[in-house]
């Protein structure tokens, strides 16, 4: 057995929101996993779900040998769902996606197939996944502990209580193995497998959509803060990092083979090694490398000028700060560690070097007053952001936050879509308010951005957006009616 088909789970279209947005990534860990098994031997197909329709469609690999998408003859008996744990959007552990694992699972079993499975959601609820049919569930970091669960597959060996990171039955009872520890040396792993994704599909949606292409790459794994809302399954709360010179020639790579024009670096945490920031940037510089990039990263940690004229000098466009509140007593509560000053002083020092901040906003986090919704309003409109991603707080398996409400959690314990938003506990309004409230934001924020355009009419004409201008006469009234709405939401 040394033929793999390997599948992530995210579905673009299962995910309305995002499929508007559309700015899709290659599934960037299941990649990683398809590169190490290929690197010891493994003949490995990739079964890209990005841009599939639906579930349903992997059955033509199973059942027809002259798909022109397929090696002709396959006869692959193993089948890996590995998604990407690099993507926040797979971490939200959504049941659509879950749903189509289940299908895609039957599918497989149907055939024949060993049938293993790596993900967050996986991780979170292996007996279900075991019970719709999977055999093994691997649980944490996947690359190691899927190589050696292939390997002894390969050769027929039936024991395996001794890899780590392992979940499955036997008979009726449910095996879960020791804890796998997390890599060390990133840079032993190889490079991803990205032959294996159809890298001009992505950049056809890229360009037809936003006139550019852009790309993920990622230098670290883990984060070691202890915000106690994020669920960490995958690669928990260590931090380890690539070498500056090792991510730096994957991005030649990468520009040298498909040209992107941008790179997002999906890390939790970018450059929180001290000089990282500085190496990377001093070789971008000696090799005249020129790209632009986006990061995430937290507001204490943006403090420092010399790392922002780094990131500046580097060619960083865009910095995605988890601001979450401009409450303090919300962020304290949520172990934030991080203080509402500091998201003020980062955003004015990513802008003196001309860095566009942008803020993720958090609301309904239990304890949440109107006094504490109208404080990260009125920081967001103070601050006024690049742009801006507006959630509500959403409890996952593992997190402190989740053991404090899952008394609330009954019939719905996941959305379905990135869209949901559905408040799942008690919170401190009804969950019509918080939907309004959601609306709301968006729209006061995007009148907000108008009305500064407007003014550049008269102090800098030649950098106005006019598109902002132009959509004030729907933002204007918009925010108003959903302000009145919210109010109403409020008395309920």
């Given at each position: 057995m040394n033929e793999v088909l390997i599948a992530n789970t995210y579905f673009l279209h299962f995910d309305k929101k995002q499929l508007r947005q559309m700015q899709p990534y290659p599934p960037l860990g299941t990649l990683y996993a398809a590169a190490l098994l290929r690197e010891n031997g493994f003949h490995v197909k990739l079964f890209?779900?990005?841009?599939?329709?639906?579930?349903?469609?992997?059955?033509?690999?199973?059942?027809?040998?002259?798909?022109?998408?397929?090696?002709?003859?396959?006869?692959?008996?193993?089948?890996?769902?590995?998604?990407?744990?690099?993507?926040?959007?797979?971490?939200?552990?959504?049941?659509?996606?879950?749903?189509?694992?289940?299908?895609?699972?039957?599918?497989a079993k149907n055939a024949g197939c060993t049938v293993v499975v790596s993900s967050s959601d996986a991780t979170d609820h292996f007996k279900e996944y075991l019970n719709r049919g999977a055999d093994f569930i691997v649980k944490g970091e996947a690359e190691i502990t899927l190589l050696e669960l292939v390997k002894k597959l390969s050769i027929g060996e039936t024991e395996f209580n001794n890899v780590n990171g392992l979940s499955f039955k036997s008979g009726d009872e449910i095996v879960s193995t020791s804890k796998r520890e997390v890599m060390h040396d990133l840079d032993?792993?190889?490079?991803?497998?990205?032959?294996?994704?159809?890298?001009?599909?992505?950049?056809?949606?890229?360009k037809n959509h936003h006139g550019y292409f852009s790309i993920n790459m990622v230098t670290t794994r883990g984060c070691p803060f202890k915000c106690n809302w994020c669920a960490k399954p995958i690669y928990g709360n260590r931090y380890n990092n690539r070498s500056p010179q090792n991510v730096m020639d994957e991005i030649k790579m990468l520009l040298e083979k498909f040209?992107?024009?941008?790179?997002?670096?999906?890390?939790?945490?970018?450059?929180?090694?001290?000089?990282?920031?500085?190496?990377?940037?001093?070789?971008?510089?000696?090799?005249n490398l020129k790209f632009k990039f986006k990061i995430q990263c937290r507001a204490d940690l943006l403090l420092e000028e010399e790392n922002i004229s780094s990131l500046a000098a580097a060619g960083c466009d865009e910095v995605w700060i988890g601001a979450e509140s401009g409450a303090q007593k919300i962020l304290d509560a949520m172990d934030k560690g991080t203080k509402v000053e500091q998201i003020f002083e980062s955003t004015r020092l990513l802008k003196k070097h001309g860095i566009?901040?942008?803020?993720?906003?958090?609301?309904?986090?239990?304890?949440?007053?109107?006094?504490?919704?109208?404080?990260?309003?009125?920081?967001?409109?103070?601050?006024?952001?690049?742009?801006?991603?507006?959630?509500?707080?959403?409890?996952?398996?593992?997190?402190?936050?989740?053991?404090?409400?899952?008394?609330?959690?009954?019939?719905?314990?996941?959305?379905?879509?990135?869209?949901?938003?559905?408040?799942?506990?008690?919170?401190?309004?009804?969950?019509?308010?918080?939907?309004?409230?959601?609306?709301?934001?968006?729209?006061?924020?995007?009148?907000?951005?108008?009305?500064?355009?407007?003014?550049?009419?008269?102090?800098a004409p030649a950098n106005i957006q006019w598109r902002r201008i132009f959509t004030l006469p729907y933002f204007i009234p918009m925010s108003w009616w959903n302000y009145f709405t919210l109010k109403r939401s409020i008395a309920r």
């Open positions: 890209d779900t990005t841009f599939r329709k639906s579930a349903k469609e992997l059955s033509s690999h199973f059942t027809t040998s002259c798909h022109p998408e397929f090696i002709e003859g396959h006869n692959s008996k193993l089948f890996l769902i590995v998604d990407d744990g690099f993507n926040y959007l797979t971490k939200m552990c959504l049941t659509n996606m879950r749903e189509a694992a289940f299908e895609m699972i039957r599918m032993s792993l190889p490079l991803p497998a990205w032959d294996l994704a159809d890298i001009d599909l992505y950049r056809r949606n890229w040209q992107p024009d941008h790179f997002w670096f999906c890390d939790d945490i970018f450059g929180l090694k001290p000089g990282w920031i500085r190496e990377f940037s001093e070789i971008a510089e000696r090799e566009k901040p942008c803020f993720f906003l958090q609301f309904g986090y239990p304890g949440e007053t109107i006094e504490d919704i109208e404080a990260t309003k009125k920081m967001l409109l103070e601050l006024m952001p690049h742009d801006i991603g507006v959630s509500i707080s959403y409890p996952l398996p593992g997190t402190k936050f989740f053991e404090m409400v899952k008394e609330d959690l009954k019939t719905k314990t996941n959305w379905s879509d990135s869209d949901d938003l559905a408040m799942m506990y008690r919170g401190t309004y009804s969950p019509a308010f918080y939907k309004q409230l959601h609306r709301y934001i968006h729209k006061v924020y995007r009148r907000q951005q108008g009305l500064q355009s407007l003014k550049r009419i008269f102090t």
